[in-house]
């Protein structure tokens, strides 16, 4: 079997030779500078930043230190508290274990005192097995109707709590923090730091963008439905030991149908089932503490609000502890006053739980890197012959080095669908811009795209206006999701990235002179990331995966794509890929011996 290319292989193929003089004119960016070492025992999160301020790789920030000491301190209390969850989990898996053998004896105890009984006895002694299960399984969902079964499972669960105890009492969680700030503040930074930081200390743990955490609740949903249908249609999850009872028919419809009631009780509420497995270790038998961190909170619509209070109120309950990101205060993220009940018990809940720190920094660090002069070596314009033939040059390299042989393959995408991808290459892929963003696909379709090619390359790329404003609103998606999963991205477009929507074919987009990027008096109207219809397809598009944007949002939308796609060309980035995309964490590490075999390109010029 002919073997692929190495990981060192692929790696050098994402470094670009950059000379000192460029380097230096270059700068180095500091909003998207992420820890991934593989080491032992690295320096904390505080050191790490003084470190980077030392070397010139991060402007000083007062508010940034401070968030670093205040992540510093928590890490310190995640070590203890994930010792301690390891105990609970232990307590509490006896505990289970124990209460279910208690609980199934009373149950017996209850069975047999009614095979006892005058009003069974005599009814279903000549019946053959095969009519006994007929009848058991027509009749088990009719016995003991009403508020029967409801008094009958409250009088054993009190008498378990008697005979076994209370649930063990879980160890007090740290308080996690609540970052809120600016665009460009270096929030996602330091989280991203932290996150890093909680490997090998914790074992549950995950880190979602909201994109990412509403198409997978959605979905999780989705599935927790159709298993409740499924076993709604059949007794056999519950039958298998019952039919075996050495009882009447009634008495097993009985049991069965107490059964029935305790699983309906604990599959009433499905955000709290749904958060139960969202931060699941995959690996069975894995106990311990839970993190999650949670980057840009925001609350997009009604089903947001819901899912987001049901799904963090969930988990904080039982102990997860949360970093989250946002631009906005808790108490702001609802300026529209949706479901405000249900909105001041989320809040109410993160006040328990987080610390709520703000960066207040008024330097937007990405418009400062952006600021810089430097050569878009990824990005190519306009589209003429020269460009184009760069464009070309690029691709051909890169997919030689990586064995050469271009194929088509379908990816999978959350709920159930597919995109079909027409020339890839290991790990990296080529698109046109009207495939990516002229047809009804959105966030769930960017996601996998992102997690499954490392390098991207997107041709024909016109300059943006009202008249292809849908386009551009997936577009805008489209780098949202290549940037969050670190993605090298290769671009053929009409015109330069800071002029990419400025087209005025049916009017502009928006005023960029005018527009400014942030501002103090802009401050408490900052953008949510963009969601476009059509991220479901033929399922249907739910309310929590789209979003119309108003006016002022929208501009930080298309400002922030700009900002993002000048970013993604900086050296800090694209070394950053190799370290950071899925792609190669999900390769096992190889030997320095695969270094001769490595390639660099020379930076176009």
């Given at each position: 079997?002919?073997?692929?290319?190495?990981?060192?292989?692929?790696?050098?193929?994402?470094?670009?030779?950059?000379?000192?003089?460029?380097?230096?004119?270059?700068?180095?960016?500091?909003?998207?500078?992420?820890?991934?070492?593989?080491?032992?025992?690295?320096?904390?999160?505080?050191?790490?930043?003084?470190?980077?301020?030392?070397?010139?790789?991060?402007?000083?920030?007062?508010?940034?230190?401070?968030?670093?000491?205040?992540?510093?301190?928590?890490l310190?209390?995640?070590?203890?508290?994930?010792?301690?969850?390891?105990?609970?989990?232990?307590?509490?898996?006896?505990?289970?274990?124990?209460?279910?053998?208690?609980?199934?004896?009373?149950?017996?105890?209850?069975?047999?005192?009614?095979?006892?009984?005058?009003?069974?006895?005599?009814?279903?002694?000549?019946?053959?097995?095969?009519?006994?299960?007929?009848?058991?399984?027509?009749?088990?969902?009719?016995?003991?109707?009403?508020?029967?079964?409801?008094?009958?499972?409250?009088?054993?669960?009190?008498?378990?709590?008697?005979?076994?105890?209370?649930?063990?009492?879980?160890?007090?969680?740290?308080?996690g923090?609540?970052?809120?700030?600016?665009?460009?503040?270096?929030?996602?930074?330091?989280?991203?730091?932290?996150?890093?930081?909680?490997?090998?200390?914790?074992?549950?743990?995950?880190?979602?963008?909201?994109?990412?955490?509403?198409?997978?609740?959605?979905?999780?949903?989705?599935?927790?439905?159709?298993?409740?249908?499924?076993?709604?249609?059949?007794?056999?999850?519950?039958?298998?030991?019952?039919?075996?009872?050495?009882?009447?028919?009634?008495?097993?419809?009985?049991?069965?149908?107490?059964e029935?009631?305790?699983?309906?009780?604990?599959?009433?509420?499905?955000?709290?089932?749904?958060?139960?497995?969202?931060?699941?270790?995959?690996?069975?038998?894995?106990?311990?503490?839970?993190?999650?961190?949670f980057?840009?909170?925001?609350?997009?619509?009604?089903?947001?609000?819901?899912?987001?209070s049901?799904?963090?109120s969930?988990?904080?309950?039982?102990?997860?502890?949360?970093?989250?990101?946002?631009?906005?205060?808790?108490?702001?993220?609802?300026?529209?006053?949706?479901?405000?009940?249900?909105?001041?018990?989320?809040?109410?809940?993160?006040?328990?739980?987080?610390?709520?720190?703000?960066?207040?920094?008024?330097?937007?660090?990405?418009?400062f890197?952006?600021?810089?002069?430097?050569?878009?070596?990824?990005?190519f314009?306009?589209?003429?012959?020269?460009?184009?033939?760069?464009?070309?040059?690029?691709?051909?390299?890169?997919?030689?080095?990586?064995?050469?042989?271009?194929?088509?393959?379908?990816?999978?995408?959350?709920?159930?669908?597919?995109?079909?991808?027409?020339?890839?290459?290991?790990?990296?892929?080529r698109?046109?811009?009207?495939?990516?963003?002229?047809?009804?696909?959105?966030?769930?379709?960017?996601?996998?795209?992102?997690?499954?090619?490392?390098?991207?390359?997107?041709?024909?790329?016109?300059?943006?206006?009202?008249?292809?404003?849908?386009?551009a609103?997936?577009?805008?998606?489209?780098?949202?999701?290549?940037?969050?999963?670190?993605?090298?991205?290769f671009?053929?477009?009409?015109?330069?990235?800071?002029?990419?929507?400025?087209?005025?074919?049916?009017?502009?987009?928006?005023?960029?002179?005018?527009?400014?990027?942030?501002?103090?008096?802009?401050?408490?109207?900052?953008?949510?990331?963009?969601?476009?219809?059509?991220?479901?397809?033929?399922?249907?598009?739910?309310?929590?995966?789209?979003?119309?944007?108003?006016?002022?949002?929208e501009?930080?939308?298309?400002?922030?794509?700009?900002?993002?796609?000048?970013?993604?060309?900086?050296?800090?980035?694209?070394?950053?890929?190799?370290?950071?995309?899925?792609?190669?964490q999900?390769?096992?590490?190889?030997?320095?011996?695969?270094?001769?075999?490595?390639?660099?390109?020379?930076?176009?010029?």
């Open positions: 079997m002919k073997r692929g290319p190495s990981t060192s292989t692929i790696y050098s193929l994402l470094s670009l030779k950059f000379t000192r003089q460029q380097s230096s004119k270059l700068g180095v960016d500091p909003l998207r500078v992420r820890f991934l070492s593989s080491s032992a025992k690295s320096p904390g999160l505080l050191s790490q930043y003084k470190h980077l301020v030392e070397r010139g790789e991060l402007q000083h920030d007062p508010f940034q230190e401070r968030v670093a000491s205040e992540l510093e301190s928590l310190g209390r995640l070590e203890q508290y994930e010792k301690d969850m390891e105990e609970y989990h232990v307590k509490l898996a006896n505990w289970k274990q124990s209460r279910e053998n208690e609980r199934r004896r009373l149950l017996m105890e209850e069975a047999e005192s009614k095979q006892q009984g005058d009003v069974w006895t005599s009814v279903n002694k000549r019946r053959s097995k095969l009519a006994e299960t007929l009848m058991f399984r027509k009749s088990s969902e009719n016995i003991e109707p009403g508020v029967g079964k409801w008094v009958s499972y409250l009088n054993r669960e009190r008498k378990l709590d008697s005979l076994v105890g209370r649930c063990p009492s879980a160890p007090h969680a740290p308080r923090l609540y970052i809120y700030g600016n665009v460009g503040s270096g929030k996602t930074m330091l989280m991203d730091m932290f996150y890093n930081a909680t490997e090998g200390i914790v074992k549950h743990r995950q880190r979602y963008h909201f994109h990412e955490a509403m198409l997978k609740i959605n979905e999780d949903m989705h599935k927790i439905w159709k298993n409740q249908v499924r076993e709604k249609s059949s007794q056999s999850s519950i039958s298998s030991w019952i039919m075996n009872l050495p009882f009447d028919t009634k008495v097993k419809e009985w049991v069965a149908a107490e029935k009631y305790k699983q309906e009780v604990q599959m009433k509420n499905i955000l709290p089932a749904v958060a139960d497995k969202f931060l699941v270790d995959q690996q069975a038998g894995q106990v311990g503490a839970s993190i999650l961190c980057d840009e909170i925001q609350t997009v619509d009604v089903f947001a609000i819901v899912a987001l049901g799904i963090v969930r988990l904080l309950s039982t102990g997860t502890v949360l970093v989250a990101t946002s631009n906005r205060a808790p108490k702001d993220l609802n300026q529209d006053g949706m479901q405000k009940d249900i909105f001041q018990k989320f809040v109410t809940k993160l006040e328990e739980h987080c610390a709520f720190v703000f960066i207040g920094s008024e330097i937007d660090y990405r418009r890197i952006a600021q810089r002069s430097f050569d878009q070596v990824h990005y314009w306009p589209s003429d012959c020269t460009s184009v033939g760069k464009f070309e040059k690029m691709w051909v390299e890169i997919t030689s080095q990586l064995g050469g042989q271009i194929t088509s393959e379908t990816i999978p995408v959350m709920f159930g669908r597919k995109l079909e991808v027409s020339e890839s290459c290991n790990g990296v892929a698109f046109a811009f009207d495939f990516l963003c002229g047809q009804p696909v959105g966030a769930a379709d960017y996601i996998a795209l992102a997690k499954n090619y490392h390098t991207v390359f997107i041709s024909d790329i016109p300059m943006m206006s009202m008249r292809i404003r849908d386009k609103r997936r577009f805008i998606t489209l780098i949202d999701e290549l940037y969050n999963h670190h993605c090298c991205l671009c053929l477009a009409a015109t330069s990235i800071e002029d990419l929507f400025q087209g005025t074919e049916e009017g502009a987009l928006f005023d960029l002179e005018s527009f400014q990027f942030e501002t103090e008096a802009e401050g408490g109207k900052l953008r949510r990331n963009v969601l476009v219809e059509g991220n479901v397809g033929s399922v249907g598009a739910p309310t929590a995966i789209v979003s119309m944007l108003s006016g002022q949002e501009m930080f939308a298309f400002r922030r794509a700009v900002s993002r796609l000048i970013e993604m060309q900086t050296p800090l980035y694209l070394e950053g890929v190799r370290n950071l995309h899925p792609y190669f999900r390769r096992e590490p190889e030997s320095l011996v695969d270094s001769a075999a490595r390639f660099q390109f020379q930076q176009s010029s």
